[in-house]
């Protein structure tokens, strides 16, 4: 019996056992393969200051995190009574692309040196963030140790099947190598972290390879950043033990390849070099110009991440080049000495090798004892006593501008500093203009000494509110002063119609180059009309010889219309204001789920596209040979990226975006509008009535909700996201008549809010 009992037992056992573990594995599937409750971010950088006053126990931690959009609250972050700030800005660092769409949030706390802490961001984001700070004294110094710092780049991006290599930007301030390894899980450094097999990991260069073996997704890589002790090549110590270990969270986004792998936008000779370092004084003003070029696809953003206050401004992309200006200005913070600026340019599908560059602010000793600055209303005046410089030689101390003297006698150094001359610099740092100069030393570049060197920055701090001049902030004009309101629109006519139609019933045509990056090329005359080319090369003219290139549009009616004109006009009345259209696309729904190129950066997409040349500088007129179009149903939407443009100087022109000697700077040089997104109706590719004997003109005027010509009526009704001007159409029935645009989105590129010093 009791044998029985035992078995009986051990059974029940068992039996518990196996149920226990089917629950058990129950739960990990619906944790692996449920929908996840909280998001990951999409990307976190800590950067640690040890605290001095409790021998580095505890940390001053710089968090920047990247959450996916919508972006979260900053509620939550501080609670009441710690040491904690979070850092609120009007001008967020933000990106729309991958298409989820993400925001940064920065905030700095102080916590333990050893710290382990899930962090929420928002309802909806959670980071586990693990950090081994110290404390640890150094050796050669007798100092803290400043565990590394690492650059955070935007949201990262590749394509399946194109092998693409990451550097990390990374700094120390004590001259540490510094080495990236995978977070080890088994020691808490993370959570549900994944080593994925198609990340090859170079521990000793901080950086790394996607092979490109991955499908389309996004993907999470956690590291640590540690700073180890140099040691001479020629040792042979293996106990080099990391003095600290901070989090570094990336994200990577793999999205289907629809380009060669060699595509990507590269930065030009204007923008500052990789890991490149500025050095800033007190109230300085850190300034640099990005500038990236792409071939194959035009320029969205460039997502950029840097210091709370970062500026960015001036951001213009017109054909292959996009540009902006950078710009900080280092008022009272408490900020890390190393603050790292961050971009990447972004297209359509495509992302630039990210890049950072380093702010480094200069730590200033105390002033001397006696040493007064007194601000006034048209100066500043500096008393500074000789004791305090000994060792500096006075003949060598200059203001920003040499022609403003600087006196000394035998016991105190003077200078009287105006607030509009001897090189003061002017600053807008929150609601204050801070007046800025520098008393320094200066020597001959071939002059070597080991004499010391002063650099004393100086400033005086003004509320804006109190300075009643205006000129100590000069903006450039809005875009409604210099180009007037301007509406953009696209129609739609048979040759030899429309508003234009004393260009087009003649034509005399302009050869557009191919666009880079096509493929596709043709041999054959860009034209298949009646036209007679007289000329093939780029940027030719050819004359019609004959006005029948608009009859193979008059067939029966359901027959296949061979030719239509796209206009994009524009209301703008002024002279020099010139069109620039970078790119036109069409497809065979409204929604345009799948697209085809017409114009790409300016350039034809077919041989058999071409431009018809007018006298109005503030239109286009496109001839297109619908036999290359893609679409092959009944019906096309038209869409076109549009700027209008006026030259800096009487004598230039607007860049030609097609031309081979395309000029960068006259495109940096030039003012333009907003880029304009529009949209046409619906457009018929078959004969739909028959030909009139007489041209039969139907005005129509566009409003909210507009509508084309009678024929067309029937055909659509257009939502308009602007306002349009009035237009008359003189569409050919047949051709379904004018489709009228409608303004999508606009992107601001016209120069604003540029402060001139």
Same mark, same amino acid.
């Given at each position: 019996?009791?044998?029985?009992?035992?078995?009986? *037992?051990?059974?029940?056992?068992?039996?518990?056992?196996?149920?226990?573990?089917?629950?058990? +594995?129950?739960?990990?599937?619906?944790?692996?393969?449920?929908?996840?409750?909280?998001?990951?971010? @999409?990307?976190?950088?800590?950067?640690?200051?040890?605290?001095?006053?409790?021998?580095?126990?505890?940390?001053?931690?710089?968090?920047?995190?990247?959450?996916?959009?919508?972006?979260?609250?900053?509620?939550?972050?501080?609670?009441?009574?710690?040491?904690?700030?979070?850092?609120?800005?009007?001008?967020?660092?933000?990106?729309?692309?991958?298409?989820?769409?993400?925001?940064?949030?920065?905030?700095?706390?102080?916590?333990?040196?050893?710290?382990?802490?899930?962090?929420?961001?928002?309802?909806?984001?959670?980071?586990?963030?693990?950090?081994?700070?110290?404390?640890?004294?150094?050796?050669?110094? =007798?100092?803290?140790?400043?565990?590394?710092?690492?650059?955070?780049?935007?949201?990262?991006?590749?394509?399946?099947?194109?092998?693409?290599?990451?550097?990390?930007?990374?700094?120390?301030?004590?001259?540490?190598?510094?080495?990236?390894?995978?977070?080890?899980?088994?020691?808490?450094?993370?959570?549900?972290?994944? +080593?994925?097999?198609?990340?090859?990991?170079?521990?000793?260069?901080?950086?790394?390879?996607?092979?490109?073996?991955?499908?389309?997704?996004?993907?999470?890589?956690?590291?640590?950043?540690?700073?180890?002790?140099?040691?001479?090549?020629?040792?042979?110590?293996?106990?080099?033990?990391?003095?600290?270990?901070?989090?570094?969270?990336?994200?990577?986004?793999?999205?289907?390849?629809?380009?060669?792998?060699?595509?990507?936008?590269?930065?030009?000779?204007?923008?500052?070099?990789?890991?490149?370092?500025?050095?800033?004084?007190?109230?300085?003003?850190?300034?640099?110009?990005?500038?990236?070029?792409?071939?194959?696809?035009?320029?969205?953003?460039?997502?950029?991440?840097?210091?709370?206050?970062?500026?960015?401004?001036?951001?213009?992309?017109?054909?292959?080049?996009?540009?902006?200006?950078?710009?900080?200005?280092?008022?009272?913070?408490?900020?890390?000495?190393?603050?790292?600026?961050?971009?990447?340019?972004?297209?359509?599908?495509?992302?630039?090798?990210?890049?950072?560059?380093?702010?480094?602010?200069?730590?200033?000793?105390?002033?001397?004892?006696?040493?007064?600055?007194?601000?006034?209303?048209?100066?500043?005046?500096?008393?500074?006593?000789?004791?305090?410089?000994?060792?500096?030689?006075?003949?060598?101390?200059?203001?920003?501008?040499?022609?403003?003297?600087?006196?000394?006698?035998?016991?105190?150094?003077?200078?009287?500093?105006?607030?509009?001359?001897?090189?003061?610099?002017?600053?807008?740092?929150?609601?204050?203009?801070?007046?800025?100069?520098? @008393?320094?030393?200066?020597?001959?570049?071939?002059?070597?000494?080991?004499?010391?060197?002063?650099?004393?920055?100086?400033?005086?701090?003004?509320?804006?509110? +109190?300075?009643?001049?205006?000129?100590?902030?000069?903006?450039?004009?809005?875009?409604?002063?210099?180009?007037?309101?301007?509406?953009?629109?696209?129609?739609?006519?048979?040759?030899?119609? =429309?508003?234009?139609?004393?260009?087009?019933?003649?034509?005399?045509?302009?050869?557009?180059?191919?666009?880079? =990056?096509?493929?596709?090329?043709?041999? +054959?005359?860009?034209?298949?009309?009646?036209? *007679?080319?007289?000329?093939?090369?780029?940027?030719?003219?050819?004359?019609?010889?004959?006005?029948?290139?608009?009859?193979?549009?008059?067939?029966?009616?359901?027959?296949?219309?061979?030719?239509?004109?796209?206009?994009?006009?524009?209301?703008?009345?002024?002279?020099?204001?010139?069109?620039?259209?970078?790119?036109?696309?069409?497809?065979?729904?409204?929604?345009?789920?799948?697209?085809?190129?017409?114009?790409?950066?300016?350039?034809?997409?077919?041989?058999?596209?071409?431009?018809?040349?007018?006298?109005?500088?503030?239109?286009?007129?496109?001839?297109?040979?619908?036999?290359?179009?893609?679409?092959? =149903?009944?019906?096309?939407?038209?869409?076109?990226?549009?700027?209008?443009?006026?030259?800096?100087?009487?004598?230039?022109?607007?860049?030609?975006?097609?031309?081979?000697?395309?000029?960068?700077?006259?495109?940096?040089?030039?003012?333009?509008?907003?880029?304009?997104?529009?949209?046409?109706?619906?457009?018929?590719?078959?004969?739909?009535?028959?030909?009139?004997?007489?041209?039969?003109?139907?005005?129509?005027?566009?409003?909210?909700?507009?509508?084309?010509?009678?024929?067309?009526?029937?055909?659509?009704?257009?939502?308009?996201?602007?306002?349009?001007?009035?237009? *008359?159409?003189?569409?050919?029935?047949?051709?379904?008549?004018?489709?009228?645009?409608?303004?999508?989105?606009?992107?601001?590129?016209?120069?604003?809010?540029?402060?001139?010093?």
């Amino acid at each position: 019996m009791l044998g029985s009992e035992f078995v009986s *037992t051990r059974g029940a056992d068992m039996l518990e056992r196996i149920k226990l573990s089917i629950l058990l +594995q129950g739960l990990t599937l619906l944790v692996l393969l449920g929908p996840a409750c909280k998001a990951s971010s @999409l990307g976190l950088t800590v950067h640690v200051l040890p605290l001095d006053s409790d021998g580095g126990n505890t940390v001053r931690a710089h968090f920047s995190a990247i959450a996916p959009t919508p972006c979260p609250a900053l509620t939550g972050l501080c609670a009441a009574g710690e040491d904690c700030l979070v850092h609120t800005t009007s001008l967020p660092f933000t990106g729309t692309k991958p298409s989820s769409g993400w925001c940064v949030r920065q905030w700095q706390k102080t916590v333990p040196s050893n710290y382990n802490a899930t962090i929420k961001l928002g309802s909806d984001t959670e980071i586990y963030v693990s950090m081994k700070a110290g404390p640890q004294i150094r050796g050669n110094s =007798g100092r803290l140790n400043h565990p590394a710092f690492v650059g955070l780049f935007p949201p990262l991006r590749a394509r399946v099947n194109c092998p693409h290599h990451f550097h990390l930007s990374v700094k120390d301030l004590d001259g540490d190598k510094v080495r990236c390894r995978f977070a080890r899980p088994e020691e808490g450094e993370c959570v549900n972290c994944t +080593q994925h097999s198609f990340i090859e990991l170079e521990e000793d260069q901080c950086s790394f390879t996607f092979t490109g073996k991955a499908a389309a997704g996004q993907y999470f890589i956690h590291l640590m950043a540690e700073d180890m002790i140099p040691t001479p090549r020629t040792s042979h110590t293996t106990a080099n033990k990391p003095l600290s270990s901070v989090p570094v969270h990336l994200s990577l986004t793999v999205e289907e390849s629809t380009s060669s792998c060699s595509s990507e936008p590269v930065a030009t000779d204007e923008t500052p070099r990789v890991d490149s370092t500025l050095f800033v004084l007190p109230y300085q003003q850190a300034q640099f110009d990005v500038e990236f070029e792409s071939q194959q696809e035009s320029i969205l953003e460039f997502g950029a991440i840097g210091p709370p206050g970062l500026l960015r401004v001036g951001f213009k992309t017109i054909g292959p080049l996009a540009t902006m200006t950078m710009s900080w200005v280092r008022s009272e913070n408490k900020l890390a000495r190393l603050l790292p600026i961050c971009f990447a340019a972004n297209t359509r599908s495509l992302q630039s090798e990210p890049r950072c560059v380093w702010l480094y602010q200069r730590e200033m000793a105390a002033l001397p004892a006696g040493t007064e600055l007194t601000c006034e209303k048209t100066a500043m005046t500096l008393l500074l006593p000789i004791t305090s410089l000994s060792d500096i030689d006075l003949t060598e101390l200059q203001l920003n501008s040499p022609t403003c003297p600087v006196t000394y006698n035998s016991t105190h150094l003077t200078a009287r500093i105006s607030l509009t001359g001897c090189g003061t610099k002017i600053v807008h740092s929150g609601n204050e203009l801070v007046f800025t100069n520098t @008393l320094k030393t200066v020597r001959a570049y071939t002059l070597v000494s080991r004499r010391p060197m002063l650099v004393l920055p100086l400033a005086c701090r003004i509320p804006e509110a +109190q300075v009643g001049t205006p000129h100590y902030q000069i903006g450039m004009p809005k875009e409604e002063e210099v180009f007037g309101v301007v509406d953009v629109w696209i129609e739609i006519h048979a040759p030899g119609e =429309g508003p234009l139609a004393e260009f087009t019933r003649t034509p005399r045509f302009r050869t557009l180059r191919m666009a880079p =990056g096509r493929v596709r090329r043709e041999a +054959q005359s860009p034209s298949e009309s009646n036209s *007679t080319s007289t000329s093939s090369t780029d940027n030719s003219t050819s004359t019609s010889s004959t006005d029948n290139s608009t009859t193979n549009t008059h067939g029966a009616v359901g027959s296949r219309i061979t030719q239509l004109d796209l206009h994009v006009m524009s209301n703008c009345s002024i002279e020099r204001a010139e069109m620039i259209v970078s790119n036109c696309i069409e497809s065979a729904t409204e929604d345009f789920a799948e697209t085809f190129p017409i114009l790409e950066q300016g350039c034809m997409s077919s041989n058999k596209t071409l431009e018809v040349i007018t006298t109005k500088s503030n239109s286009k007129v496109y001839r297109l040979d619908l036999s290359s179009i893609e679409t092959k =149903g009944s019906t096309m939407y038209i869409e076109c990226t549009v700027n209008l443009c006026i030259a800096t100087m009487p004598s230039e022109k607007c860049p030609d975006l097609c031309a081979r000697s395309f000029n960068h700077r006259a495109l940096v040089g030039s003012l333009f509008t907003s880029t304009y997104t529009i949209r046409s109706g619906p457009v018929s590719l078959v004969v739909t009535s028959p030909a009139p004997t007489t041209t039969a003109v139907a005005k129509a005027t566009t409003t909210a909700a507009a509508t084309t010509t009678a024929a067309a009526a029937a055909a659509t009704t257009i939502t308009t996201a602007a306002p349009i001007s009035n237009t *008359t159409s003189g569409a050919p029935e047949q051709a379904s008549a004018m489709a009228v645009g409608v303004i999508l989105t606009t992107f601001s590129i016209f120069l604003q809010n540029i402060f001139l010093y």
